[in-house]
């Protein structure tokens, strides 16, 4: 049964998690611990969830929380370092908090479902992609039940810094601009379905690596602009050099450490990735929501959309 089972979840308080938690207590789980480092996501995921265990902390260098995940069932791997300008930020947050939460859950052999990435197998290479293969390497090889999981680029509730970042930022904007040509394929996956996913390893445990796809493919400046139809935006979308975009974005970067979109997360924007597209839902017996409902689900819920996550 779904409340005997108890479900570990790291980054708890980020994309993922946030939208993880409410559909695993709809499908009835409630035992879960939630763990997570950013103090004010963590007080929004506590006022949301009082009826579950959150327990702020850094897994890379605090400890206290190893006994709350010793007797997991489960354990759901969603911490990530996405962006930022400090390498060794990368190296702490995607690396050396996953050996630890390894060590620490260890002893009980439980069932590890990894959240990793599309990057590690991306042509572009930066502190992000290097470090995400390197911690899906070390839960791969942790000798621990699992699987992995690769989701293609994500939006969903409480999306900080993609979709959400960008609808946000277009409501706000005279203009909204667009790196060069704006023509450059992705593959954008609901989070709502990668959650249903989730759900589903959970219940089937299945083992080995996905690619878990976008199931449409569209360019960015179409899926911009379908942001805007969501949202109800009213910025006009100006195409400007990517010389002069990557310009502004670095010229922002000196005056925000932490800063929502880099330079290097434009040059992996515009890098040509195709990713496989494989029948994830008839795989795991999930639905895949269309692109213009998931936007619409995103964006319109009467709750969900209106919480914006800090950075």
């Not at 409340?3 to 035992?31: C, D, E, F, H």
Request: hydrophobic fraction near 45%.
């Amino acid at each position: 049964m779904a409340g005997a089972i108890k479900i570990a979840l790291t980054g708890a308080a980020g994309l993922v998690g946030q939208n993880l938690i409410p559909r695993l207590k709809a499908r009835g789980y409630t035992s879960i611990v939630a763990l997570d480092k950013h103090k004010a996501n963590v007080a929004t995921l506590r006022r949301l969830h009082p009826d579950i265990s959150v327990i702020e902390t850094d897994l890379a260098h605090d400890d206290g929380w190893q006994q709350a995940v010793a007797d997991a069932d489960v354990v759901v791997f969603s911490h990530a370092q996405i962006g930022g300008l400090d390498e060794a930020a990368f190296t702490a947050n995607n690396v050396t908090a996953t050996a630890r939460a390894l060590d620490a859950v260890r002893a009980k052999q439980p069932y590890v479902i990894h959240l990793s990435s599309s990057v590690v197998e991306s042509a572009a290479d930066d502190w992000y992609v290097q470090s995400k293969d390197a911690q899906e390497k070390l839960v791969v090889e942790s000798g621990l039940p699992v699987v992995v999981l690769r989701p293609t680029l994500m939006f969903g509730w409480f999306d900080r810094k993609h979709l959400g970042w960008l609808a946000r930022f277009m409501q706000r904007a005279p203009v909204f601009p667009i790196p060069g040509s704006g023509r450059y394929l992705r593959q954008p996956l609901y989070a709502g379905d990668f959650c249903d996913l989730i759900m589903a390893c959970i219940e089937r445990r299945p083992s080995g690596t996905y690619n878990i796809s976008g199931q449409e493919t569209i360019d960015y400046i179409d899926l911009i602009r379908a942001v805007k139809e969501a949202t109800g935006a009213r910025a006009p979308i100006v195409r400007i050099p990517y010389s002069a975009f990557w310009a502004l974005l670095w010229l922002y970067g000196l005056f925000d450490r932490d800063p929502p979109f880099t330079t290097k997360q434009l040059q992996a924007l515009v890098t040509p990735d195709v990713f496989e597209v494989i029948d994830w839902p008839a795989i795991f017996g999930v639905k895949a929501t269309p692109l213009k409902a998931a936007l619409a689900e995103t964006f319109r819920h009467k709750t969900y959309s209106q919480i914006a996550l800090e950075f």
